[in-house]
């Protein structure tokens, strides 16, 4: 358990170590500390029972919470950013993009473009509704046309999962990433049953994922 003293040192400890922001822009610091707070509190309730890897993470943060506050204030992105929260902003769907899966589509493009570290969309279906998750290729297995993402495991070519999932009352899906289901899964969107939900907060991971992006294409390297 960290102490209110033991949080203000790590607090301090971040700021001394930014060192930058007298002379960064305005909205640095007010970023800084959004992601900040939100992953001390994501850790607080989740965090792992092995104190070496609870420490590594605390230890990383200032440098992951200064490179996603920093390309959120100097990006290409067709995202409008919420200082005060540390995030993405965009008007949002009536309805969840990409819904209508479709296979064959995303058989042709994963087979043209499947990549390491190559970001993708994740369709998360349960009995509250859907949402979308940013997620990134860290395997690919070409002879059974599957590709393994970081943390939802292995898809084949054609969405579908592969990797059992320990709640049985969820689905999930891979997606053929476009604007619409992007813009999605970086601003947090969910919907009920009866509409549009309450936007869910993206740890720090997914802020990351956000930042690797690329909106002209969608791919780590141009098209042939």
Not at 60 to 79: K, T
Not at 105 to 114: H, M, R
Not at 121 to 142: Q, R, T, W, Y
Not at 148 to 177: C, M, V, Y
Request: include cysteine; charged fraction near 20%.
């Amino acid at each position: 358990m960290v102490n209110s003293g033991d949080q203000t040192d790590l607090q301090s400890g971040f700021f001394e170590e930014s060192g930058e922001l007298s002379s960064s822009h305005p909205q640095f610091a007010e970023i800084c500390t959004a992601l900040y707070e939100r992953e001390l509190l994501y850790l607080a309730h989740n965090s792992p029972n092995n104190i070496s890897i609870m420490r590594r993470k605390v230890g990383g943060l200032p440098y992951h919470v200064r490179s996603v506050a920093r390309f959120l204030l100097d990006n290409s992105s067709p995202l409008a950013i919420d200082a005060h929260n540390g995030s993405w902003f965009a008007k949002q769907a009536t309805q969840c993009p990409n819904t209508n899966k479709t296979p064959d589509i995303l058989f042709s493009w994963l087979v043209k473009y499947a990549d390491y570290g190559l970001v993708l969309p994740v369709l998360i279906e349960s009995m509250e509704g859907k949402h979308i998750e940013l997620d990134a290729i860290d395997k690919i297995s070409l002879p059974s046309e599957g590709v393994h993402l970081n943390k939802h495991g292995w898809f084949d070519f054609r969405g579908e999962q592969l990797t059992p999932d320990d709640n049985k009352h969820i689905s999930k899906a891979l997606l053929k990433p476009s604007k619409a289901n992007l813009t999605a899964a970086c601003c947090g969107h969910t919907w009920r049953h009866k509409g549009k939900g309450i936007n869910r907060s993206l740890q720090l991971r997914e802020m990351r994922l956000s930042t690797q992006i690329n909106w002209k294409g969608f791919t780590l390297r141009a098209k042939k």
